[in-house]
């Protein structure tokens, strides 16, 4: 599968992901920690992939998003931005609705 399409696919399929540096869990980067920070905090289940661990999406995304930095949160395939973006958007309150209401959206019945 070609790069870019690996990337369109799992934009596709994830409704809210971030492209980071690391995991969640264990971020390799101070952006990528602060996002993930952030994206815990909101309370919802979101995708990540860890662009160390695939550098061809690493190598594709920033054109493809046309966007040069990492991390990189999308929701519902838009580029919501990156980390000074997530950041200001969550301190103006602006990011826990979205994040709640896309979520809300595609929580299956269980």
Same mark, same amino acid.
């Given at each position: ?32 920690? #602060? ?17 160390? #661990? ?17 991390? #990189? ?20 309150? !602006? ?5 709640? !209401? ?9």
């Amino acid at each position: 599968m070609e790069t870019v399409d690996k990337i369109k696919q799992q934009i596709a399929e994830n409704p809210i992901i971030v492209y980071m540096k690391g995991s969640p869990k264990l971020p390799s980067c101070g952006f990528s920690s #602060q996002v993930a920070q952030v994206m815990i905090n909101c309370g919802e289940q979101f995708a990540f992939v860890d662009i160390l #661990q695939h550098p061809d999406i690493r190598a594709e995304l920033p054109k493809f998003a046309n966007w040069p930095t990492f991390p #990189q949160l999308w929701i519902e395939g838009e580029l919501i931005g990156g980390c000074d973006i997530v950041m200001e958007m969550f301190q103006k309150g !602006e990011l826990q609705p979205m994040i709640k !209401e896309v979520a809300a959206k595609y929580k299956t019945a269980e």
